[in-house]
C-alpha cells in the first residue's frame, strides 16, 4: 500500500434470503451464520430480512415465572413465539419491520463486543437520518428490551433495538428496526410484559413511519445499505446449502414450549 493511502474496506456479504416458516427458522439461520463464520467456513455478512410476526424472548425471560403465560399471550395476538439468539428482553418482529444480522469472524470476539454495538448503532442511525427521521443513539426512559445502543427518535420513542451474542471466532449483531405498525408492537407488549412482571411505557414504542410518514421497509434497507456502502465492500449474496442444513439441525433450539 503506498504511504498515505485508505486502508482497503472490508468486503461484506449482503444476504436478503428469508425464512419465516416455520417462525424459528429465520432466527436458526442466524444461528447456523455464526457458527459456520467462526469455523472460516463463511464470511463476515450483513443479513437483513423482514420477518414474520414473532415475539423473541431473551434467557431472562425464560427463566421467568411468567413465561408460559407470556408465551400464551403471543399467541393469542397472533405472533408466535421463538427463543432468541442474542440476550435482552421480550422483543416484537413483524412484516412492518426490518431485522438484520452482522456476522463478524473475530479471533477474540469479547474485546470488541462494545466497538460492534457503537458501530452498528451508530450505522442505523445514520440511515434513519437519510430518511428525515431525528436518530439518535440511545436508551430511552422505559423502553422495551431496554438497551444503551438502542437508536430512538428525539430521544423519546425506540425504532431500532439491538444485541449481541459472541462465540470463539465470532460474534452476531442482530435486532430489529420498526418501520411501521407501532400500534401492533404496543398491543402484543402490553399482556406479554404484564405477564412477566416488567415495567414500561407503552408510549415510547415508536416507528420510523411515526416520524416521517408512510415510508416502504425497501427504503429503511436501501437507507441501511448505503451507510454500509459507505464503509465496506458490499457483495450480494445467499444463505448456502451448508448453511441452511445446519439452520434446520439448529431451529429446535429457539422453539418456545
Known sequence: MNAGSAPARRTLL???????????????????LLRRTATGAEPESLRLYVPGAIVAFGP??????????????????????????????????HEATLAFAWTVPDPQPRAG???????LADLLAAALRRLGVDARVGEVPGEYCPGDYSVNARGRSKLMGVGQR???????VGGVIVVGDSARVREILLPVY??????????????????????AVADVEAAVLAEFAARYHLVEGGVSPETLALAERLEPEHRAP
Open 113 to 119: 463486543i462494545r466497538a460492534r454495538f457503537e458501530e
Open 166 to 172: 459472541i462465540i470463539a471466532g465470532a460474534a452476531h
Open 194 to 215: 404484564g405477564a412477566l412482571g416488567l415495567a414500561w411505557d407503552p408510549a415510547t414504542a415508536g416507528s420510523v413511519e411515526d416520524e416521517v410518514g408512510p415510508v
Open 60 to 93: 431472562e425471560d425464560v427463566r421467568s415465572p411468567g413465561f408460559r403465560a407470556a408465551v400464551e399471550a403471543s399467541q393469542r395476538g397472533g405472533f408466535a413465539a421463538v427463543k432468541r439468539l442474542v440476550g435482552g428482553r421480550a422483543a416484537v418482529y
Open 14 to 32: 449482503v444476504i436478503r434470503d428469508r425464512f419465516p416458516e416455520p417462525p424459528t427458522m429465520d432466527t436458526a439461520v442466524s444461528h447456523a
